[in-house]
């Protein structure tokens, strides 16, 4: 079947009644769009379902829907998307802003690849994906005024608020499972979201294929320190300084 009538329906099932996650006139453009069988391949590109890609989740619609609702994108607004994965959130936020000045990052090389590839076949090449630490952001191209993070926190990272426009407006999945979707400016909340699952946001060596856990690796070295600073020093009598 001709994808653009798949991804009218699919829409068209967003907006219903039954569903209700799809009430912006705007997204519903943005949605209807976005070639969203570029970015996953076979029939499963345009029904309401979320799968696993590399470890990472691919969004279903609805929550796709759900996430724009609460973020209110503009036009000519500057967006960043914490957590790229295949890509097509980036996508959506471009059609939002217009192209304006949209970024991604994500902290799995592999998928920052796998963005960048789709991303293109799409038409959406003026998006920029990096491979960051999604806690940390992406400083060298803000203020922007909406971030988007798809991953959760028990609290939204600083330097993500920090990176927020005076007037700009941070979502993010906050909690233990279930978690709850809130919306963020620079002073603190807004308002409260939907009750939503997502994956815990990670840090450098947990992504897919890390060889090592970094925040294991912090923890020996922060021992190994208050060890060295709470010595008494008779462990090293012991030793003949003579020689």
Request: glycine letters at 8%; hydrophobic letters at 40%; a negative charge.
């Amino acid at each position: 079947m001709d994808p653009a009538v798949l991804r009218e329906d699919m829409v068209d099932s967003l907006e219903s009644e039954a569903k209700g996650r799809l009430t912006c006139g705007n997204l519903s453009v943005a949605m209807r769009e976005v070639p969203r069988h570029q970015f996953i391949d076979g029939p499963r590109a345009y029904e309401d379902v979320q799968h696993e890609l590399r470890g990472s989740t691919v969004l279903s619609p609805r929550l796709v829907a759900t996430l724009f609702e609460a973020l209110e994108v503009n036009s000519g607004d500057s967006v960043l998307i914490v957590g790229a994965g295949i890509g097509y959130t980036a996508a959506v936020a471009a059609e939002l802003s217009e192209a304006a000045e949209v970024h991604a990052i994500d902290i799995d090389r592999e998928l920052v690849i796998i963005a960048r590839q789709n991303l293109a076949r799409a038409g959406y090449r003026e998006v920029l994906v990096d491979c960051r630490d999604g806690a940390v952001g992406l400083t060298e191209y803000a203020p922007y005024d909406r971030i988007l993070v798809e991953a959760a926190a028990v609290e939204p990272p600083r330097p993500l608020l920090d990176q927020l426009a005076p007037d700009g407006r941070l979502v993010i999945p906050l909690g233990v499972r279930p978690q709850r979707l809130v919306a963020f400016n620079p002073l603190g909340p807004l308002r409260e979201g939907p009750s939503v699952r997502f994956k815990p946001l990670l840090v450098e060596g947990e992504q897919a294929g890390a060889i090592e856990r970094n925040r294991t690796m912090r923890e020996d070295i922060e021992r190994a320190q208050t060890a060295d600073r709470t010595r008494p020093g008779w462990e090293l009598e012991w030793l003949d300084w003579s020689d």
